[in-house]
């Protein structure tokens, strides 16, 4: 059996009286891709945010690539790759300049880094970008970047915060593959989405609902539960089960 990457037990997360994560717990393994699904409000943010370092646990006992999430957050930060729809790379360097800025970050030596960047950019077929801004790159060619800087250093886990958010159908399947093409490296994928679909290719999917998981399974072990064709269909089911509030 694979090992565990990640380990969360009774997470809480609270805002004063609040509850955003209520006694969540799951494990992932190495180089599971990993579906965090829920509508909008549902907490899949803020245990986003306590899985990769960047917010404490109330309570509850988080590892992540080994490390405590409330002990240890800066190396929980060393150990991970983090992309998010909304701000991934800077508009206003070039691609190669962003790729060296985030290999710095990631505490890459200079060399090494210049050596990935030329291995992107040919794998990406990406040679004639490198001088280009990231403002002047099509939507579906900046997402697939900024994918690949996230796992420049070639991280443990990878955070994907809905990543394909307004890209065309073609450049998400094309996503997809990079992804699959990295689990198969060992590297753990995380993925929240609100793509439906999308959560068909995942190996497991959870579904949250107020802070709380109402769903864990494979994909096709939800649909074979639910006596349904597709995860959306899962879904809807336990929408109107009452287990999610819409």
Not at 178 to 188: F, K, L, Q
Request: hydrophobic share 40%.
């Amino acid at each position: 059996m694979k090992n565990a990457v990640i380990s969360v037990h009774d997470l809480v997360k609270k805002f004063g009286s609040f509850v955003a994560n209520d006694h969540l717990s799951f494990e992932v393994y190495e180089g599971e891709i990993f579906g965090f699904l829920g509508a909008n409000g549902a907490g899949k943010t803020t245990a986003l945010r306590i899985l990769s370092g960047l917010s404490a646990p109330t309570s509850g006992k988080v590892l992540v690539a080994g490390f405590d999430a409330a002990r240890d957050p800066e190396k929980i930060k060393k150990n991970i790759g983090y992309m998010c729809q909304k701000f991934s790379l800077y508009n206003d360097l070039t691609v190669r300049e962003n790729i060296m800025l985030y290999g710095g970050i990631y505490g890459m030596r200079k060399a090494l880094i210049r050596e990935r960047c030329e291995e992107l950019l040919e794998r990406l077929r990406f040679m004639e970008y490198g001088n280009r801004l990231i403002s002047d790159l099509p939507l579906g060619l900046r997402q697939k970047l900024a994918f690949s800087v996230a796992v420049l250093h070639e991280p443990r886990i990878v955070f994907l915060d809905e990543p394909t958010g307004g890209v065309d159908p073609i450049t998400r399947r094309q996503f997809w593959e990079m992804i699959y093409e990295t689990a198969a490296r060992g590297i753990t994928i995380f993925v929240t989405t609100h793509y439906m679909d999308e959560a068909e290719y995942c190996d497991r999917i959870s579904i949250m609902n107020e802070g709380r998981i109402v769903a864990l399974d494979t994909p096709d072990g939800l649909k074979n539960k639910y006596r349904v064709d597709s995860v959306e269909e899962v879904f809807v089911k336990i929408v109107r089960s009452g287990k999610i509030s819409v």
